[in-house]
């Protein structure tokens, strides 16, 4: 398989398909991510588990596939869940998916080292509470509070996008709670943030000492964007102060055109005590294209994820990223710079003066940074968003991994794909813009 558009230094299985990211975790010094996969094809059907090892969050090792569907609770597809420390047990908690069923919450233990799963004979270990209004019921975020376990269950209650919220004294027997929170409606179709009519995906942390509730917005299969909301949780009730995009980036050419580039994203806090986030990228072209290349989807680098002063989220690449760097390319003024390659890493400072902008052309994609009132604003074919400036600056970090494209202006994450060969360019007007370029090495694990 050895494709052009196939990144290098991004998790990815041998071939087939991937989306979500799951269960991601460290034990032990050992990072864990594993992920919804179809090893037979590249496109989404009979999901299992894919699951690779790292020591450092950017060099992968594969692992034998951890869930296959292979009992009646999870026929027809281990769907997206989380890895927990069951008094010392490592444990799955998944979405078993039956075709034309809602999902169920299903268990299985695994061996210390990871490798080997037992489902549970229980399973499924909850279903939807019945007349509550549930139409669409699946992911989980599973954690322990007051010597109790409870679990956020991402969903649609009444077509409006909900967290569901159980708590048991084991992982086996759950009673439901109530809504963690469901969207007041007050923002709609249309709008850059709509909340979609069901949340996927849920994730509920605290950074910084804000509380953050993650989710992916979902309309009736469009996949529409991950977005987080900052506010205060406190024992059943989240109470939501601010809303935010966790990506900029939309597909703009293939058959889920105007759809989320980063969905689906999970977050773990690491034995460091940084809180790291990860996504599923999906591509961007038809699927004759993926079914002719033998894989599909890839998850994005690992970001940390810190708060600012004034309360939004501040996302880049974990710091471990720069140790793939082979090549200095580039030391200096960078605002008319051309450079070859299809793995490349670029540290800009950008100075942004009102009227300034800077173009980045990334495999043949235009980038462009450009003044919006106090702020900066970054887009790609139209699709954009607000950045931070500070004293009319702006950090741009951009990682090119062949087809994957990551940039990140001030914090502010704007993910996307391209399939183009083209080289790198940066252009300023009315901006002075200088920095470092490196080529990047193959990083991932052991390329078929
Ligand atoms: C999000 C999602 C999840 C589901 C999984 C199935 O992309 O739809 O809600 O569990 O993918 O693969």
Redesign the pocket.
């Known amino acids: 398989m050895s494709e052009e558009h196939r990144p290098a230094y991004h998790l990815l299985p041998p071939s087939g398909w991937l989306?979500?990211p799951n269960g991601l975790g460290q034990r032990d010094g050992t990072f864990h991510a594993f992920y919804?996969y179809n090893p037979d094809a590249p496109v989404?059907d009979r999901?299992c588990w894919g699951h690779a090892t790292s020591d450092d969050l950017v060099r992968w090792r594969h692992e034998p596939v951890a869930l296959r569907p292979d009992t009646p609770a999870d026929a027809d597809?281990c769907?997206?869940g989380v890895l927990v420390d069951d008094g010392g047990v490592p444990t799955l908690v998944y979405?078993g998916?039956r075709e034309g069923e809602l999902?169920q919450a299903c268990l299985a233990t695994g061996s210390s080292d990871l490798r080997t799963w037992t489902k549970d004979p229980a399973n499924p270990v909850l279903t939807a509470p019945p007349d509550a209004g549930v139409t669409v019921f699946?992911?989980h975020c599973v954690w322990r509070e007051d010597g109790r376990w409870r679990m956020l269950v991402?969903g649609s209650l009444h077509g409006r996008g909900a967290a569901m919220l159980f708590t048991g004294p084991d992982l086996r027997s759950w009673e439901y709670a109530g809504p963690l929170l469901v969207d007041d409606g007050s923002v709609g179709p249309g709008a850059p943030d709509w909340p979609g009519t069901a949340w996927?995906?849920v994730d509920l942390f605290e950074v910084d000492g804000t509380h953050v509730l993650a989710f992916?917005a979902?309309d009736d299969d469009r996949?529409m964007h991950a977005l987080a909301l900052t506010g205060r949780h406190a024992g059943d009730r989240f109470v939501p102060h601010a809303r935010h995009r966790l990506d900029l980036g939309r597909l703009t050419r293939g058959p889920r055109r105007g759809q989320a580039a980063f969905?689906?994203p999970q977050s773990f806090r690491d034995e460091r005590g940084r809180r790291v986030l990860v996504g599923?990228l999906p591509e961007d072209r038809p699927e004759a294209d993926c079914v002719a290349a033998g894989w599909a989807g890839v998850l994005s680098l690992p970001r940390e994820v810190t708060v600012r002063p004034d309360g939004t989220l501040h996302q880049e690449p974990v710091a471990e990223v720069a140790t793939l760097r082979e090549e200095l390319v580039h030391d200096g003024p960078a605002d008319d710079l051309l450079l070859d390659g299809e793995r490349l890493d670029l540290e800009l400072d950008v100075r942004l003066p009102p009227g300034g902008r800077v173009t980045l052309v990334l495999r043949g994609v235009e980038h462009r940074l450009g003044r919006h009132g106090d702020g900066a604003w970054l887009e790609r074919d139209g699709t954009g968003g607000p950045v931070p400036l500070d004293a009319d600056r702006v950090a741009v970090r951009a990682l090119v991994d062949h087809s994957v494209l990551e940039v990140f202006a001030g914090g502010v994450p704007l993910s996307s794909r391209s399939y183009a060969v083209a080289p790198t360019t940066v252009s300023a007007r009315g901006a002075e813009v200088s920095g470092r370029a490196w080529t990047v090495g193959p990083a991932g694990p052991a390329q078929p």
Do not use: M, T, V
């Open positions: 989306n979500d919804q989404h999901i597809g769907w997206s979405s998916h999902q699946r992911d991402g996927e995906c992916s979902w996949l969905y689906a599923w």
